[in-house]
C-alpha cells in the first residue's frame, strides 16, 4: 500500500487574499514534488458574507488550473457549529464551503470540529447541533462525491469518533491532525498512540505537522517567541519536535489517502524538499 498523494498546505495568513502570493507557493510547492494542495476557503477569500465570492472563483480557478496538482479543501477556522448563538452563519458558511470545493473539483472538505465557548448553552445541544447539521451537509457532499473530514483540534481523538458514529455517514469521516492531537494528550492525559487505533478505521485524511506536545500557557503569543521554548501549536516540519510520527504511521500502515503537511511556509520555506523527502521515507518505511 502506499499513500494516494503526498501535499502541502497554502498558507492562508501569507496569502491573505493576495492570489499572485498563491501562484508563486503553487511553482515553489511543484518543484519539490508535491502532488496535492490543500487551499484554504479563507485564505484566498472563497466566501464573503456566508455566499460563495464569485468574483474570486474564477481567477482562483484560472491560477489553480496552470499546475497539476489535486486540490483539498480546508473550510474557514471559524467554523463552529457547536455555536449555536450565531448558528445560521456557521451554516451558511458551511454550505459555501462545500460550493467551493465543487468548484474547484476538488472531493475533500475538511472542517475543524467545533467548540463550545458559550459555557451557558447546555454542552449536549450543542453537540447535537453540530451533528445534525453534519448530517445534513453530507447528504448534500454526497450527490458531488465529496467527503467531510472532520479534524480533531484541542479535544481528545475521541471525540471525533463520538461524532462520527453519531453522524454515520460513509462520507463524514476524520483528519488526523497529529500536531493538535499530540498536544491535546500531552495536556489532557490521554493515550495518544491507542486513540490512534480506535480512530484508525475513520481517518482518511491526515495533516502532518510537529510539535513537543507542550500546550502554550504563557502570553508569548507569537511563534518568534514561542519556538526557543518549545510551546504550542508550532506546526515544524516533521521530525523537528518530539511526535512519534513513525509509530503513528506503523499504526497506520494501510493508510491510503493524502498526508497533507501543514508547516508554515513563510517561516520553513527553505526546508520544504526535506518535508517531502521525509514523508517519502515515512511511506516507504512504514507502509506494507
Known amino acids: ?71 483539498t479543501v480546508h473550510a474557514p477556522d471559524p467554523l463552529n457549529l457547536k455555536d449555536i448563538n450565531f448558528s445560521k452563519e456557521h451554516y451558511n458558511v458551511l454550505k459555501a464551503s462545500l460550493e467551493f470545493v465543487s468548484k474547484i473539483k476538488s472531493n475533500v472538505l475538511v472542517y475543524h470540529l467545533g467548540t463550545l465557548k458559550d459555557k451557558s448553552i447546555f454542552p449536549k445541544k450543542a453537540r447535537q447541533n453540530e451533528i445534525e447539521i453534519l448530517k445534513e451537509i453530507a447528504a448534500c457532499a454526497q450527490e458531488n462525491d465529496i467527503k467531510i473530514c472532520v479534524e480533531n483540534g484541542d479535544r481528545s481523538i475521541m471525540e471525533v469518533v463520538e461524532v462520527l458514529e453519531k453522524i454515520n455517514k460513509e462520507n463524514v469521516v476524520m483528519t488526523l491532525d ?14 495518544f498512540l491507542e486513540e490512534i487505533k480506535i480512530a484508525k478505521p475513520y481517518i482518511q485524511h491526515i495533516h502532518l505537522h510537529d510539535n513537543f506536545g507542550k500546550v502554550d500557557l504563557t502570553d508569548y503569543q507569537s511563534e518568534i517567541n514561542r519556538i526557543p521554548y518549545g510551546l504550542g501549536d508550532l506546526h515544524l516540519p516533521p521530525g523537528w519536535g518530539d511526535i512519534p510520527i513513525y509509530e503513528v504511521f506503523k499504526i497506520l500502515n494501510d493508510y491510503q489517502g493524502v498526508v497533507i503537511a501543514e508547516v508554515n511556509s513563510e517561516r ?12 517519502k521515507k515515512l511511506e516507504y518505511e512504514t507502509q506494507i
Not at 2 to 11: L, Q
Not at 178 to 191: I, P
Request: charged share 20%; glycine share 12%; hydrophobic share 40%.
Open 178 to 191: 497529529l500536531g493538535h492531537g499530540y498536544l491535546a494528550a500531552n495536556y489532557l492525559g490521554f493515550d
Open 268 to 279: 520553513y520555506y527553505d526546508y520544504y524538499a526535506g518535508v517531502y523527502t521525509y514523508i
Open 1 to 71: 500500500m502506499s499513500f494516494k498523494g503526498i501535499g502541502i498546505d497554502a498558507h492562508s495568513p501569507r496569502i491573505n487574499g493576495v492570489l499572485f502570493r498563491l501562484e508563486d507557493d503553487l511553482k515553489r510547492f511543484e518543484q519539490f514534488g508535491f502532488n496535492y494542495v490543500e487551499i484554504p476557503v479563507h485564505g484566498v477569500d472563497g466566501i464573503i458574507n456566508g455566499r460563495l465570492n464569485d468574483r474570486v472563483i474564477g481567477k482562483l480557478k484560472n491560477t489553480l488550473a496552470k499546475f497539476s496538482f489535486k486540490y
